[in-house]
């Protein structure tokens, strides 16, 4: 028997195997729900790992946790603590499991559901088919996939439902043959976070020119990305705007080689690794100071940095693949690409020449970032929550 939705308070139980200050579409999604959550009666309990730099937030349990040999930006957190710190967690009572990610909390979420006999559910955000690859390259391709394959498909169907943030994920899931009742649920933004940045500063703090054109990536410094796509378009794009610089915004595993793929295309002078930014002001005047947002990864499940700089005005020029099909196609605020370095980097100079078309795609980006506004997204799971609770 399905209870009926109501304005009863709710706790759940949330684990995950990735958390701040590990930066990443996890970390920012998790935080992201959690404060309009508040708002809607519902409690997160969230248990996630310990890093050796301290980040405490209201309602976290810290997992002692060790490191990853392939992987060293991610924990893997100890069992028996896992366990325990669950436990602790959910104090004197639970009403729902969420777990974020596939690895421990999986199993541990999955236990703790059936000690407290409540329903479980996930929220899938990586497309690991193609993620495994770039951290077990020695393994054959098709081996990787069809172990991620099974192991999705075994996991989803031992929960009560998945959250998918976009309808390629979804269909992606689907074709594995999951079974589990599905939700697409992407995650919102704090519109209004973005919209309000200094690119002025930005600019000045990094000594590039007010009258530059730039283009940004905003993201994970990781192979899966594919920022080694944009490089090789940008040496293409500086041909048609030789003013033309790529800022990277980010750090992450892949930095070493791409920087040395920058030195080897002498692009020096058109490529700016900028590093992380803050997000309650240096990200909201990157996007600012930008001229043009460039992506090309292949592997969202939805792709939140797009939105943000939709938010913030900042047209978008992206590969419509997986995720960011859903953001891209309506060509509200953003440019489909081409998936082929000339044809990118021509059509990326082009449209950061263009003012006209640069003004119009900045209007239609802010009005269509509107929709994925953050309070809206947490009702809708704060519902979702409340159908599967009996």
């Known amino acids: 028997m399905i209870k009926p939705m109501t304005d009863s308070a709710l706790n759940v ?20 729900f959690r404060a309009d959550l508040a708002r809607e009666g519902v409690r997160i309990k969230l248990v996630a790992p310990a890093y050796p730099t301290p980040h405490e937030t209201a309602d976290t349990w810290r997992v002692p946790s060790r490191r990853l040999p392939f992987d060293p930006e991610d924990r893997l957190m100890r069992w028996r603590p896992l366990i325990d ?59 990787l996939k069809a172990f991620a394959r099974g192991i999705a498909r075994h996991q989803c169907d031992d929960l009560d ?43 000045a703090r990094h000594a ?16 899966e990305k594919n920022i080694g796509f944009l490089l090789d378009a940008m ?27 920058v030195e080897a295309l002498r692009l020096d002078n058109h490529v700016r ?40 005005g900042l047209p978008v020029y992206a590969l419509p693949c997986m995720g960011t099909k859903s953001i891209v196609e309506p060509q509200h605020g953003a440019v489909a690409a081409r998936d082929d370095p ?8 082009e449209l950061a020449g263009n003012q006209l078309q640069l003004a119009r795609l900045a209007r239609d980006g802010r009005h269509f970032a509107e929709e994925w506004g953050a309070p809206e997204r947490a009702r809708q799971l704060a519902a979702l929550y409340r159908s599967l609770v009996v």
Request: with cysteine; aromatic share 10%; net charge neutral.
């Open 85 to 143: 710190t669950a436990i602790q967690a959910a104090g004197t009572g639970v009403d729902l499991v969420h777990v974020q990610t596939p690895f421990a909390a999986h199993y541990a979420g999955v236990k703790m559901a059936r000690r407290f006999n409540v329903p479980v559910i996930t929220t899938y955000h990586t497309h690991f088919e193609e993620y495994i690859q770039h951290y077990l390259p020695l393994l054959p391709r098709q081996t």
């Open 208 to 223: 590039i020119p007010a009258d530059r054109p730039m283009a940004l990536f905003v993201g994970r410094v990781a192979h």
């Open 273 to 312: 690794f900028v590093g992380y930014l803050d997000r309650r002001q240096e990200l909201p005047d990157c996007y600012a100071a930008a001229t043009v947002f460039a992506f090309a990864s292949r592997t969202e499940t939805q792709g939140l940095v797009l939105l943000e700089a939709m938010a913030a």
């Open 13 to 32: 139980l949330m684990l995950t195997d990735v958390y701040f200050p590990r930066i990443n579409g996890v970390s920012t999604s998790i935080e992201t």
């Open 161 to 203: 439902a998945v959250i998918v943030p976009s309808p390629a994920m979804r269909d992606t899931l689907l074709e594995y043959g999951v079974k589990a009742q599905m939700h697409v649920l992407p995650t919102g933004i704090p519109v209004s976070h973005f919209s309000h940045g200094d690119g002025s500063r930005f600019r």
């Open 342 to 349: 000339a044809a990118f980097g021509q059509g990326l100079a």
């Open 235 to 261: 040496t293409h794009a500086v041909r048609h705007c030789p003013e033309l610089l790529l800022a990277i915004a980010g750090e992450g595993p892949a930095l070493t080689f791409l920087q040395r793929q």
